[in-house]
């Protein structure tokens, strides 16, 4: 599997750490279905796994320093609670968002997948937030704001699969995948804030 | 305000039976701003309800008789317990969905849109499913089929808002502002769900 680097902290796909999801595999082909995704898409998908794998970095650079440094409502969780910043914990969240752009080109969307992506929300949610990376930081992220930065992640990503020559076709096939991977996603990583939200409505 | 027909039975914008919001105009703005909605996203959806105008009818059959028809997860939200058609429900809802267009195009987002994008989500729970038209049906949309299906909205737009012989950038922006309203919308709704979740988990 390409990673983007030897080493990523945190990043336990397919380990035994990670618990297995609440959703099963027949909700997820559900899901496929009713978002749209089809054998074109995952064709799609691994194109724009090709296209961005050296833009990584640049790409989750756009998005932390470019975009969610400025608005201080998402720019405080990645702070302590006082506003300073947490050199590591970026450092670290960032190489795991570069690999959740690959994870999410590259890998079958099968029962690792799907436990990782449970994984992805508890990581956001109060039960697991600032512990794969020991720190303190906000407590949670609300889930209105995955949902709200979902669409900045799905128009930002277009130029970056533009960058490397492909028709417009295929740029528009790529960038129709992406976003319905992403609306997949948010869909299952609204399970573990609802499964939550009995004891603590992080909104 | 433009309306797809004189009468819409079971529309109640602007009217008192509509619930006061629990999300603040102070929240609203705050997701604006992650969803990275600017002034020009509003001159682009004024823009796009000129041009959907007279294409509401047409879209809504896309999007009912071209696509939830043939899922069945989710044709029977409004279909009977035993899976026969429900042709009322169908046509009033049918004429709330036009309508819901043009507001999403043409309505200023303040509290009275604000009420109404929550009871747009209470009637999709089981707090109110059904209740507008007095019909019987399943009890609730499951909120993952609503992730879901918004990308469905979002790329089946693009042909429409085209049709009228903008210029490429004009449907281009028109289009980011669509989807950009569709991912606040979305986050605006999950908020019932998640206060619901508690006694009913609706996922």
Redesign the interface.
């Known amino acids: 599997m390409k990673k983007v680097a030897d080493e990523i902290c945190g990043y336990t796909y397919r380990t035994a750490t990670v618990a297995a999801s609440t959703v099963s595999l027949e909700?997820l082909e559900?899901?496929k279905?009713?978002?749209?995704f089809t054998p074109e898409d995952e064709r799609f998908l691994r194109m724009a796994g090709e296209v961005l794998a050296d833009q990584t970095k640049q790409i989750v650079e756009h998005w932390r320093s470019g975009?969610i440094a400025g608005?201080p409502?998402?720019a405080r969780h990645s702070r302590t609670p006082e506003g300073e910043l947490i050199p590591r914990y970026l450092a670290q969240s960032n190489l795991r968002f570069e690999q959740w752009i690959l994870d999410t080109c590259l890998r079958p969307y099968d029962q690792d997948w799907l436990n990782y992506q449970q994984e992805i929300a508890l990581r956001h949610t109060s039960l697991r937030k600032n512990q794969a990376d020991a720190v303190q930081s906000t407590t949670y992220v609300p889930?209105?704001?995955i949902?709200?930065?979902?669409?900045?992640l799905?128009?930002t990503i277009r130029p970056y699969l533009a960058n490397k020559g492909n028709s417009p076709d295929e740029v528009a096939g790529m960038h129709?995948a992406w976003?319905?991977s992403l609306?997949?996603q948010?869909?299952?990583w609204?399970?573990p804030?609802?499964?939550l939200?009995?004891?603590s409505?992080?909104?």
């Open positions: 909700e559900q899901l279905v009713t978002v749209g975009i608005i409502n998402l889930f209105r704001d949902v709200a930065f979902t669409a900045v799905n128009d129709r976003g319905r609306q997949l948010l869909a299952l609204s399970r804030y609802l499964d939200a009995g004891t409505c992080e909104w």
